[in-house]
């Protein structure tokens, strides 16, 4: 069987997995049915862990989640479950100044006002995807329309790109979020402010988030977009140059932008140089010289894997789309041995040198990463 053959057998089995395990789980368990929200984790036997706290960035993320499962055609409540995660984030996280602070208690107490760039990339997001498949709710538009106004107001950087309030403000990373939301805008309204601000990040990113020399995307900067000199500045991501690269790809293909599509390629050649060939999965992270900084591997970069891979092998043919799918195939094997739980539905986060998976709860801000790999995989290999 050939590499195609094997995704497309593979894509079956997340897609039954996704659709007749998590999604119901994450509903029935993962979301709070009394007090509104989600969970930020379940244990390995399915229970929510009430008490914990939780991040907005996961009220984001889940909303996205089952606004995605009504595209990709799950039969259950997505239609009360996407916006239940926003309504949420609305009721107790949004500021008097319209941005939304990180972290509320399981009762909905403010713990941590701080409005992180972050945070608000996945509500523009959420708020995207909600509209996307809820058209009714029409005053999402204006909402988003206004958090990036209030964005733009509070955090807008003189060198462009925005800034995180951290003690390194200046990250490549919340920039790839918010160029998600932005794309997921302009998807609906064309030739908006969205696609300008799709513009301005990618450009930051051809500029100064990629090394000249390298071809690899960096994480951390001074406030001239140069990279630090502290340990945080040599710091690369393998999973986030295949995000990046998925990103890239998208906008160039909008854009008829071969300088982003040459990016793209170039942010996926590195990426490559961080998966270990022995559990044949991408590391968390490595020095710029490339060798190995954490040697732990998480489920998402392994999502990000497949999708960069996938995206690539769309606009290639014979021997090199040949070998984009046998990247994905290797990816994607690899994922299924973290979704493999005795309860079907939650996953596996972590990855050690040694090939064991710690045994800890199921973080729920990972069916984000999952949700938007099966859909590339379904895109590419037909869905259910």
Not at 4 to 27: G, I, S
Not at 202 to 216: Q, R, S, T
């Amino acid at each position: 069987m050939g590499n195609a053959e094997q995704l497309r057998a593979l894509t079956r089995r997340f897609d039954y997995w996704l659709r007749n395990a998590a999604l119901p789980l994450w509903w029935q368990q993962g979301a709070d049915h009394d007090h509104g929200g989600f969970h930020e984790l379940l244990s390995l036997d399915g229970s929510p862990l009430p008490n914990s706290p939780r991040r907005a960035r996961v009220q984001g993320r889940q909303s996205y989640v089952y606004a995605m499962a009504g595209t990709l055609g799950w039969s259950g409540p997505w239609r009360e479950a996407a916006p239940h995660g926003l309504d949420y984030l609305n009721r107790h996280y949004r500021r008097a100044d319209g941005l939304y602070g990180t972290l509320v208690s399981y009762d909905g107490a403010v713990l941590d006002d701080t409005a992180m760039l972050y945070d608000q990339a996945f509500a523009l997001l959420a708020m995207a995807w909600v509209f996307r498949v809820l058209p009714n709710h029409a005053d999402l538009k204006e909402d988003a329309r206004h958090l990036f106004d209030r964005i733009s107001h509070a955090r807008r950087h003189p060198q462009g790109g925005f800034s995180e309030p951290l003690n390194h403000p200046y990250q490549s990373n919340p920039h790839m979020h918010l160029l998600e939301a932005a794309l997921a805008w302009r998807d609906i309204e064309p030739d908006t402010v969205w696609d300008s601000l799709a513009d301005e990040i990618v450009e930051l990113c051809l500029a100064k988030f990629i090394d000249p020399a390298g071809g690899f995307l960096r994480e951390f900067f001074d406030e001239k977009w140069q990279p630090l000199t502290v340990p945080e500045g040599h710091s690369v991501e393998p999973g986030h140059q295949f995000e990046w690269c998925w990103l890239l790809e998208r906008w160039g293909r909008v854009r008829t932008d071969d300088r982003a599509r040459a990016a793209a390629r170039g942010l996926y050649r590195a990426g490559k140089r961080g998966v270990d060939g022995r559990r044949d999965v991408a590391v968390d992270e490595l020095s710029d010289d490339f060798t190995v900084r954490r040697p732990t591997a998480r489920l998402w970069p392994q999502t990000e894997r497949i999708k960069a891979a996938l995206i690539l092998s769309e606009a290639v043919q014979n021997d090199l789309r040949n070998e984009y799918l046998s990247d994905a195939l290797s990816a994607a094997t690899a994922l299924w041995r973290y979704l493999d739980t005795p309860m079907p539905g939650l996953w596996r986060d972590k990855l050690l040198p040694d090939g064991t998976y710690v045994e800890e709860p199921a973080p729920a801000s990972s069916l984000y990463h999952i949700i938007c790999c099966i859909g590339s995989l379904r895109q590419t290999f037909g869905g259910h």
